[in-house]
């Protein structure tokens, strides 16, 4: 990877189809204190949030690294220093099948003013987002989406699925091993040095994990630290250690009361993370013996959660699922190679790609031990799909039959399930 997020010069394409309608696209410099807050505020705009207050977004500034964002202007606007367009990005890794991870392009941000809305920026600002990630030598992209509809035609697709829980506590009561370690309610700031340890663990273990720094926003959103956060007085925080005092896992909750009954409150569990199946237990049963709660509602959970099997009734728990992660190839050979399969053999895809990164016939080659080697071919294909059937099969958490049956993709689907499926159900526990 020769060329940085930040070295790298803005799309040529992009910037001369917006300039064409009288818009200039470019990178913002953080530096810049006024233009990074004119960008915040069209970013919160966009995204129907309140106005941030100068220190709320001083305080954001300070998180910046090499995050590339930009944004996209309009100088005939009375205020022409705030964009009507943003996007900001940067490269993390995502972990897949096998415990590798890819350097990906993380996109997030992705904002039209509703005065500049249905006329092409959008679009103009992901093809620009997608070749800059090729520039940059990365395999793929991926975002967490506000609308399922925006994003599958520039070829991202849903690679995890995410549970959303309603327990009725009451019903839950706890079957499940008793954990040997002990559950300890701790401070926000605690947390924020040994929670971290722990989101490590489990994301090398888990294909759909992203990674974010111990002093990333996005670990300090989870505990309520960023300046600002009017949830933070809520947060709840409770620890589990092993039996030998080692942190191995954590929750984060907070308690909304029903003003008619003090007995009903609910438990939004926000985030929990175990890295060991007895912190897991000791987490879920801690916070399903807690008093004076009727449901615990949970948003954001894995699809193989096994918590159901752990109680007394099987249906006090009632879920939902939905798309969470969509990710979108962008060199094949390099994507398919960075992750293991679960069979051996040789399979030669046909991708279709309207915007051609992915476009070709490639042989995968799995040897005993899992690795991949990919190599472009003319053989016959043993499959035909698109690009964002490709994506999601990558991650290994969608099946090539369901994949089929909706038309997604043609061919040996049994050859394709048995490679692509991973042991390990993959689970992105953030919003980024
Ligand atoms: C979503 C958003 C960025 C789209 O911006 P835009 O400039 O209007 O989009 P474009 O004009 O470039 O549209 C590109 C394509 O996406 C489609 N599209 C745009 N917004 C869409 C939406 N909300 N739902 C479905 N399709 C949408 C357009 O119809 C167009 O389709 P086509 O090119 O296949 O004909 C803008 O509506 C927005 O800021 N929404 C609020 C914030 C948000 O939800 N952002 C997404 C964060 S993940």
Redesign the pocket.
Same mark, same amino acid.
């Given at each position: 990877m020769s060329a940085t997020p930040l070295g790298l010069p803005v799309d040529q394409t992009s910037h001369a189809r917006l300039a064409a309608d009288g818009l200039t696209l470019a990178r913002l410099d953080p530096a810049d204190g006024a233009a990074y807050e004119a960008w915040i505020r069209a970013e919160n705009r966009?995204? $129907?949030q309140p106005d941030p207050t100068p220190e709320v977004i001083e305080h954001r500034r300070g998180y910046l690294g090499d995050d590339r964002i930009m944004g996209v202007w309009d100088s005939s606007l009375p205020h022409p220093q705030v964009p009507v367009?943003t996007t900001i990005s940067w490269i993390a890794d995502l972990t897949l099948p096998g415990g590798g991870a890819a350097p990906t392009w993380a996109i %997030?941000?992705?904002?039209? #003013?509703?005065t500049? @809305? @249905? @006329?092409?920026? #959008? @679009?103009? $600002? $992901?093809e620009a987002e997608l070749r800059t990630a090729v520039e940059l030598g990365l395999p793929l992209a991926m975002?967490?989406? %506000?609308?399922s509809?925006?994003?599958g035609?520039f070829g991202f697709s849903p690679s995890v699925l995410a549970r959303n829980l309603s327990i009725d506590r009451r019903r839950a009561h706890w079957t499940g091993p008793v954990a040997p370690g002990r559950v300890h309610l701790v401070s926000a700031e605690q947390l924020r040095s040994d929670g971290h340890p722990i989101v490590e663990r489990v994301r090398a273990a888990t294909p759909g994990q992203v990674h974010y720094a111990a002093t990333s926003i996005l670990w300090d959103r989870q505990l309520g630290l960023p300046v600002g956060d009017d949830n933070a007085k809520n947060l709840r925080f409770a620890r589990y250690d092993d039996a030998d005092g080692t942190p191995a896992g954590f929750a984060i909750y907070r308690f909304v009361e029903d003003p008619a009954d003090f007995t009903q409150h609910e438990l939004r569990l926000q985030t929990l993370v175990a890295a060991t199946p007895d912190a897991y237990a000791g987490l879920w049963r801690f916070l399903l013996e807690m008093d004076l709660v009727a449901t615990i509602t949970a948003d954001l959970r894995p699809v193989d959660e096994p918590l159901r099997w752990m109680i007394a009734d099987f249906r006090a728990v009632r879920s939902s699922e939905t798309d969470h992660l969509w990710t979108r190839i962008l060199d094949v050979k390099a994507s398919l190679e960075a992750r293991t399969y679960a069979a051996p053999g040789r399979i030669v895809l046909r991708v279709e790609d309207p915007l051609d990164f992915a476009a070709g016939t490639w042989a995968l080659e799995v040897d005993d031990a899992g690795s991949a080697t990919v190599t472009a071919t003319a053989d016959t294909p043993d499959v035909d799909l698109t690009v964002n059937a490709l994506s999601s099969l990558h991650v290994g958490g969608v099946s090539a039959r369901v994949l089929e049956a909706a038309g997604a993709l043609t061919g040996d689907v049994a050859r394709l399930d048995a490679m692509f499926r991973s042991p390990v159900a993959p689970y992105t526990s953030i919003w980024f």
């Open positions: 966009g995204f $129907l367009a %997030s941000g992705v904002t039209v #003013a509703p500049h @809305r @249905r @006329r092409g920026i #959008a @679009r103009a $600002l $992901l975002l967490t989406v %506000s609308e509809t925006i994003y035609r």
